[in-house]
C-alpha cells in the first residue's frame, strides 16, 4: 500500500490545502496536547471526581447549542466558496452580511428565551448534583455564564466558516489553541478556594477565553483579507439568506441528529450510571479518540476544497484524495487496536497509578469506536463537500431513535456504561457502508 506525497501535490489546490494541514498538526496538534494533559490538572482543580463529572457534562449539553444555528454556518461556507471561486464581491459580501443577519437573529431569540426560562429549572435534579455539594444559586450562575458563553460563541464563530471558505483553517486551529492554552494556565496556577467558588471562577474564564479569541479574528479578517466586506444591513438579501437557510437547514438537522447521538455520551452515562462514570469514559474517550482528532486536522481543509473543486468539476482530485484517504483509514484503525497493550502504562504514566484499572472489553470496544469514527469522518467530508447529505439525515435520524431504546435495554441487561459507546457503533457501521457506496455513484455521475 504505497502512498506517494510527491505525486499527490500536482496543483494549487494541494499546495493550499498541504499548507492548512501542516500548520493544523502543528497548532491544533499543541491543543490537542494541551487538552490531554489538562484532565490532571481538572482534577486537581476540582478534587472532586462528581463535580468535575458536572462540570463535563454542563459543558457537552450546552455545547449541543452550538448547532443551533439552522446550518448557517456551513451554509455560508459552501455558498461562499463558490462566490469566491466567480470572484464576485458583491455576492461576498451578501452572502456574509445575510448569514450575520440571520445568526444574530438566532441569538438573541435563544438568549431572551433562555435567561426567562433558566431560573425556572432544577439545575442539580437534571444533573445529578447534590445540593450539598454544590448549591442551586452556584449551578444557576455556572448554567448562566456557560450559555451566555455558547450564545456569543455562536454568533462570533460565524467568522470559523468564513475562514474554511477562504481556505485558512489554520487560523481556525491557532483560535482553539489560545483557547485551550488560556484555560490550561488558568486551572494550572489559580489558588484553589473552595468547590463552588472554583466552578464559577473557571464558567467566568470559559467565557473569556473562548469570545475573545473570535473577536480579535472578526476584526482582523475584515481589516485584511475581507476588506471591504464587513457585514451591513443594506447588503441583506433574501435570495441569498433563503439560498443559505435552504442548505443550512440541511446541516442543521444532520448536526442536531449526530449531536444526539455522540454529543449526548456524558448526559446518559450520568443519568443512568453515575457521575464519576464520565470521568472513566472521558480518560478511553481521550485515548482513543486522539488518532481520529489528528487525523481530522486533514480533514477539516478538504471539506471546502472538495466544494471548491466541485464548483470546477474537477472529479479526478476529488477521486484521487478519497482514494488516499482510504489508505490512512486502514493504518489508523490498525493503529487503534495496536495501542490497547500499552494503555495502562500510558494512563498510569498520564493520571497516575491509582487513576483506573484498564478493562479489556472497554479498550475493544473504544479501539473498534475510534476505528468507526475514522471513516464515518472521511465519508461524511466528502458528503457535505459535495453538497449531499440527505442519507446522512436518514441514518442519523434513525439512529436517534434506535440509541436511546439499545441504551435502555443494554443497561437494564447489564448496567454498565460502555453500553453507551456500544451503541454509537452499532449506529455508525450501517452509515459508513451506505454513505461509501452513494459516494462512489456520485462520483461516477460527475464524471458524465
Known amino acids: 500500500m504505497k502512498i506517494d506525497f510527491l505525486k499527490t501535490l500536482s496543483n494549487e489546490k494541494d499546495k493550499v490545502m498541504v499548507n492548512n494541514i501542516i500548520a493544523s498538526f502543528l497548532i491544533k496538534g499543541a491543543a490537542l496536547l494541551i487538552s490531554f494533559f489538562s484532565l490532571p490538572a481538572y482534577i486537581k482543580y476540582f478534587d472532586n471526581q462528581n463535580v468535575l463529572g458536572v462540570w463535563y457534562t454542563v459543558l457537552s449539553v450546552l455545547t449541543w447549542i452550538l448547532s443551533f444555528d439552522f446550518g448557517i454556518g456551513n451554509g455560508l461556507r459552501n455558498n461562499l466558496v463558490a462566490a469566491l471561486v466567480r470572484n464576485d464581491k458583491l455576492e461576498i459580501r451578501r452572502y456574509i452580511s445575510s448569514a450575520y443577519f440571520i445568526i444574530g437573529a438566532v441569538v438573541v431569540t435563544i438568549t431572551l428565551v433562555g435567561s426567562i426560562f433558566f431560573k425556572f429549572i432544577n439545575w442539580n435534579s437534571i444533573f445529578n448534583i447534590s445540593e450539598t455539594l454544590i448549591s442551586a444559586s452556584t449551578m444557576l450562575f455556572v448554567l448562566k455564564c456557560v450559555f451566555y458563553t455558547i450564545m456569543l460563541q455562536l454568533f462570533f464563530g460565524l467568522i470559523s466558516s468564513i475562514l474554511y471558505a477562504l481556505q485558512k483553517s ?108 464520565v470521568v472513566d469514559y472521558q480518560i478511553y474517550y481521550r485515548l482513543f ?44 484503525i ?90 454509537d457503533i452499532v449506529i455508525l457501521l450501517p452509515y459508513c457502508f451506505f454513505q461509501f457506496i452513494a459516494l462512489k455513484r456520485h462520483f461516477s455521475i460527475m464524471k458524465h
Not at 498510569?348 to 470496544?365: A, P, R, Y
Open 170 to 277: 489554520a487560523i481556525n486551529n491557532l483560535i482553539t489553541l489560545i483557547t485551550s492554552a488560556s484555560q490550561f494556565v488558568f486551572i494550572l496556577f489559580f489558588k484553589s478556594v473552595d468547590i463552588e467558588t472554583n466552578i464559577k471562577m473557571l464558567s467566568v474564564v470559559f467565557l473569556l477565553c473562548v469570545n475573545l479569541p473570535l473577536i480579535v479574528t472578526t476584526i482582523i479578517i475584515f481589516s485584511t483579507s475581507l476588506k471591504g466586506a464587513f457585514p451591513s444591513y443594506k447588503y441583506l438579501n433574501k435570495r441569498i439568506a433563503n439560498g443559505i437557510l435552504q442548505l443550512g437547514g440541511m446541516f442543521f438537522l444532520n448536526q442536531i441528529m449526530y449531536m444526539l447521538i455522540t454529543g449526548t455520551n456524558s448526559l446518559l452515562i450520568t443519568k443512568f450510571n453515575v457521575p464519576e462514570s
Open 289 to 332: 479518540s486522539l488518532p481520529g482528532m489528528l487525523f481530522m486536522l486533514a480533514l477539516t481543509p478538504l471539506w471546502s476544497a472538495i466544494t471548491r473543486a466541485c464548483e470546477e468539476r474537477d472529479v479526478a482530485w476529488i477521486n484521487k484524495y478519497f482514494k488516499l484517504l482510504h489508505k490512512f483509514v486502514i493504518i489508523l
Open 334 to 423: 490498525f493503529l487503534q487496536f495496536i495501542m490497547i497493550p500499552f494503555l495502562q502504562l500510558v494512563i498510569n504514566v498520564w493520571l497516575g497509578d491509582n487513576s483506573i484499572t484498564v478493562e479489556i472489553n472497554k479498550s475493544l470496544i473504544f479501539a473498534l469506536f475510534g476505528s468507526v469514527f475514522i471513516y464515518q469522518s472521511v465519508l461524511s467530508t466528502f458528503a457535505c463537500g459535495i453538497g449531499e447529505i440527505k442519507l446522512q439525515l436518514f441514518f442519523y435520524s434513525v439512529g436517534v431513535v434506535f440509541k436511546l431504546f439499545f441504551i435502555v435495554i443494554g443497561m437494564s441487561l447489564f448496567n454498565d456504561w460502555i453500553i453507551v459507546v456500544l451503541s
